[in-house]
């Protein structure tokens, strides 16, 4: 069989499905709660923390897990906005994820404009198109 829906979920590498296996079994607590399964759990979410800081060179408290893509988008764009202020300008390929542009056009209701670019046949941005929508923008 050739699978050919990476988009929507990926086969598990044997080194993941080992790992998680114990986990499966004896790990499988809310990291919220402050039972022995849960305290479990913590502490294994917090070793993964650690791993992926390390393995990007920054501190374990800034990294964040999300439930999927989606809330990762819209919690990277929302972050972006505070941190940059009200009123940028975001700009967005047409091609972009459903939940890239919703919550671009969410934060266009907030006091940022958003642009949507258009793109070729190909699915490439329309540079000229991207070069005229920026015109006159301060933020980006």
Known sequence: MVYLDYNATT???SK?????????????GNPSSSHGSGRLAAQVVEEARKKVADAVGMSASDVVFTSGATE???LALTG??????????ILAGATEHKSI????DNLSND?????????????????????SIMDGCNDV
Not at 80 to 89: D, M, S, T, V, Y
Not at 111 to 131: A, L, N, R
């Open 11 to 13: 086969p598990v590498d």
């Open 72 to 74: 990762a988008n819209n």
């Open 16 to 28: 993941v499905i080992d790992a998680m296996m114990p986990l499966f079994a004896e790990g499988f």
């Open 101 to 104: 542009l919703q919550t671009c």
């Open 80 to 89: 972006l906005q505070k941190g940059l202020g009200r009123g940028i300008n």
């Open 111 to 131: 006091g940022s404009e958003f642009s949507t670019i258009p793109v070729h046949p190909d699915g490439t941005i329309d540079i000229d198109s991207m070069e």
